[in-house]
């Protein structure tokens, strides 16, 4: 079982900052396109960015663009979400996954091709 560990989430007040983490010692992010998604209570989940193997794509939903950016450190094996003036509908519990996608454009990869999830970091903003 591949173990992905999200990091970075906490309590902020809107127009805050706060920048996620998601590494893991068990696969190569360099071989994966790699996503941050969100699940709010009552709400589906839904994908907030993602970025292709090559890190040379990146995706972001419509809320989020302009607000958050999406990077990947293959040296290190990290992934990040750079998420800035924050807003309460941000509020949500967000996980990273790996996908073993090499297409051009990582937001036509299928949810079920994103085969190792972490469990989720909390990110929760006040107004």
């Known amino acids: 079982q591949v173990q992905v560990v999200e990091s970075g989430g906490g309590l902020v007040q809107a127009g805050q900052s706060l920048r996620l983490s998601c590494t893991t010692s068990e696969l190569s992010f360099a071989d994966y396109a790699m996503g941050w998604f969100r699940q709010a209570p009552g709400k589906e989940r839904e994908e907030v960015s993602c970025?292709?193997?090559?890190?040379?794509?990146?995706y972001y939903t419509d809320s989020v663009k302009d607000r958050f950016t999406i990077t990947k450190d293959n040296a290190k094996n990290i992934l990040y979400l750079q998420m800035n003036s924050l807003k309460p509908e941000d509020t949500a519990m967000y996980y990273c996954?790996?996908?073993?996608?090499?297409?051009?454009?990582?937001?036509?990869?299928?949810?079920?091709?994103?085969?190792?999830w972490g469990q989720g970091t909390q990110v929760t903003v006040s107004s």
């Open positions: 996954a790996a996908a073993a996608y090499f297409g051009p454009f990582c937001e036509a990869a299928k949810i079920y091709e994103y085969k190792y």
């Open positions: 970025i292709t193997w090559s890190a040379g794509s990146t």
